[in-house]
């Protein structure tokens, strides 16, 4: 328990010290949103600088993260400049839609990785495991987005899969069910993109981990008991190898919010790629802080939540944090 | 009386390919045979890396040979699928060098001694603590310890529980592969007292592996001393350590400390 406070004290520091790094860095880089206004000769220049005052762009930096914290503490997070509206809201709105093809694609590339990687360390070294070390070698060395655009020119050739968007034109006259079926086709091809592109690693990672732990004498031991092959590797040599890769499985949580912002790009998935991309393109600073301070929360929730499974699942670090 | 388990012509290779595919082998056992008598002791000893524990895997059956037999009470066993082998392997248990990692580092005692006792699937969880309470004391431990963590027992701890966990298969041979090597002096004394109290009780029968030929001698009825995958010598205990017919034999013989002959090193000039 006491642990478990240490760990969640650590956590909001370091949010409170990105949010500040954060700040401070995105507000540091030179321009603001209405610099190209000023271009413009039919704005005048006195319009420009009233709407910075209004926006309290020409109070000091510190003044501006008091008033940011204060907004933040109201859950608004600052103030939108291109969408007129509190940042709050926008992001939460975006973040759903990447959260739907993000949690999608990591539940189902953990799914497939964990009894690909056990398969695959249970026949180390023969024709099997070598094959699929050299596919997911070269799954890991094509480029995220030779993999998108790929994927692309296949739903364009073939017309199968929708080659972008989230839903239909027609979305809001479908019945549920069609909504549905609708919604699934639209987020087959980046699902397929995300899984794809974590994949290798996930099943690289279980297959060594896995593999560490086969030899071990108490393995043997247990199989000389006569315990079934299939137990053996899923309730002891899995177990077994979990530490690694409950740290990874945080690690991939982390992810689920920042992993695929290329994928959403290019794929026109309207979750928080595009927005967080064009609110840096526009320098609508508190839309971009938000973003990075949400991936951050993901991230150390995430690993948070390892953290904490960890701990529940090995008695052996529970021993050794009670100690004085 | 017909032996419990006979070994004839075993063979183990291991190919070890390197990256340009060339093929190196290594002949972990060749041609090795014996027999053992039910309630005795075979002694295999030899130096590392002469195939003693390549052995002790083949007869548990946690590795298959290349070629020859095993039989155990005239079944043989060398060359079962897995799934007949399953219902064999209780009666044949290995017992490791190491007990810090031939034990379950995450699961305390009650659940190690639980796991053999849930192969044979034939009792209530009720008599399963009843019996593991039972098997450590038969080992010397005090069942206390039935909640305490492996890690958190101390090495002659661990090897006792480790020796309880196969008891509760109810083996005819126990396979005990340097199972003495990482204790301290004392803890091996105890340990060896153990398992001889345990086999003139239980009638069971020992393949006692280790490299120390003293403690071979103590143990065991006959000796099969090994080199490089093969058996050199074998004979009856008295007769290999009084008429060593082997240069290895006699190697292993000069190894075994004396407090009479000891010298002191002497650092040179």
Redesign the interface.
């Known amino acids: 328990m006491r642990y478990l406070l240490r760990r969640l004290g650590h956590a909001f520091l370091l949010l409170i010290g990105v949010s500040i790094l954060a700040f401070f860095f995105a507000t540091l880089a030179p321009g603001n949103y209405f610099d190209e206004m000023r271009l413009n000769p039919q704005i005048a220049p006195e319009a420009v600088a009233a709407l910075r005052a209004q926006y309290q762009l020409d109070r000091p930096l510190p003044m501006r993260y008091v008033a940011w914290l204060n907004s933040t503490i109201h859950g608004e997070m600052g103030f939108s400049f291109a969408y007129n509206s509190a940042v709050a809201p926008l992001l939460i709105s975006r973040a759903r839609n990447t959260l739907l093809l993000t949690i999608t694609a990591t539940l189902l590339a953990w799914g497939i990785a964990l009894p690909l990687g056990v398969w695959s360390a249970e026949r180390l070294g023969r024709l099997p495991d070598r094959l699929l070390s050299w596919g997911t070698a070269a799954l890991l060395v094509i480029p995220d987005l030779t993999l998108v655009l790929g994927l692309l020119v296949f739903a364009v050739k073939t017309g199968w899969f929708p080659p972008g968007g989230m839903v239909s034109v027609d979305f809001e006259n479908l019945s549920s069910i069609q909504k549905v079926r609708d919604l699934m086709r639209h987020m087959t091809l980046p699902v397929v993109a995300l899984v794809l592109s974590v994949l290798p690693l996930l099943v690289r990672h279980v297959r060594a981990a896995v593999a560490d732990v086969l030899g071990a004498p108490f393995l043997l031991a247990a199989q000389g008991h006569g315990i079934r092959r299939r137990t053996l590797l899923y309730r002891y040599a899995l177990p077994a190898a979990a530490n690694p890769l409950i740290s990874l499985f945080g690690f991939s949580i982390g992810t689920l919010l920042s992993g695929s912002l290329l994928i959403e790009v290019v794929m026109s998935w309207p979750g928080l790629g595009p927005l967080l991309l064009e609110s840096i393109l526009s320098r609508d600073v508190y839309v971009v802080i938000g973003g990075v301070l949400l991936s951050t929360l993901f991230l150390v929730g995430g690993n948070f939540l390892a953290d904490m499974l960890l701990y529940w699942i090995d008695p052996r670090i529970r021993t050794e944090s009670s100690a004085p | 009386m017909q032996p419990l388990i006979k070994v004839e012509n075993l063979c183990k290779r291991y190919a070890r390919r390197s990256l340009l595919g060339a093929g190196e082998e290594l002949l972990a056992l060749d041609r090795v045979s014996f027999t053992i008598l039910p309630g005795t002791t075979l002694a295999i000893v030899g130096e590392s890396g002469s195939g003693k524990s390549t052995l002790a895997?083949c007869l548990?059956?946690?590795e298959h040979p290349t070629s020859g037999g095993i039989w155990f009470a005239e079944k043989e066993i060398a060359n079962l699928s897995?799934n007949e082998?399953?219902?064999c392997?209780?009666q044949?248990?290995?017992i490791?060098q190491?007990p810090a990692?031939?034990?379950?580092?995450?699961w305390?005692a009650l659940e190690i001694l639980l796991?053999?006792l849930a192969?044979q699937n034939k009792s209530t969880r009720a008599e399963m603590k009843h019996r593991a309470s039972f098997l450590l004391e038969r080992v010397g431990l005090s069942p206390e310890i039935l909640k305490r963590?492996a890690?958190?027992l101390s090495g002659g701890q661990r090897q006792r529980l480790?020796i309880a966990?196969a008891l509760a298969?109810e083996p005819k041979l126990l396979i005990l592969d340097e199972a003495l090597s990482a204790l301290d002096c004392s803890v091996q004394a105890q340990i060896a007292n153990l398992l001889l109290e345990l086999q003139s009780s239980l009638g069971m029968t020992y393949l006692f592996i280790t490299h120390d030929l003293a403690m071979a001698a103590h143990f065991a009825d006959e000796i099969a001393v090994m080199n490089r995958g093969r058996i050199v010598e074998h004979g009856p205990a008295q007769k290999v350590l009084q008429q060593p017919g082997n240069e290895t034999t006699r190697q292993l013989l000069a190894a075994i400390p004396r407090m009479s002959n000891a010298t002191l090193p002497v650092p040179e000039r």
């Open positions: 895997l548990a059956c946690l897995e082998l399953r219902k392997r209780p044949i248990q290995l490791f190491d990692n031939s034990l379950n580092p995450r305390n796991e053999p192969v963590s890690n958190e480790a966990r298969l």
